[in-house]
């Protein structure tokens, strides 16, 4: 412990401050981190997580038009991305 005061009481002191306050500021921001730490954890780990999903896309029948058109334009340059295309629109 006495090694912990002098590795803190030394700079405090050499800066001005001649009482005790030197050393209590020393400790102090030598254990702020713990201190601000320590809540902002136990907050994280006990609040739920936020559910931030995007609402359902309503499938209407233009919607699936429209996914099947351009399906049918991208069947011949990428055929991975039409036949996805064609996946989505059959969901709906």
Do not use: Y
Request: glycine residues 6%; aromatic residues 4%.
């Amino acid at each position: 412990m006495s090694m912990f005061l002098s590795a803190f009481a030394t700079p405090a002191l050499s800066s001005g401050f001649k009482s005790g306050n030197g050393i209590v500021a020393a400790i102090l921001a030598a254990i702020r981190p713990s201190l601000i730490g320590r809540p902002r954890t136990s907050s994280v780990t006990t609040l739920p997580e936020k559910n931030v999903s995007a609402p359902p896309v309503k499938r209407t029948p233009s919607n699936i038009m429209m996914l099947n058109r351009m399906a049918s334009e991208l069947d011949t340059q990428q055929p991975n991305l039409a036949a996805e295309l064609r996946l989505l629109a059959a969901k709906g």
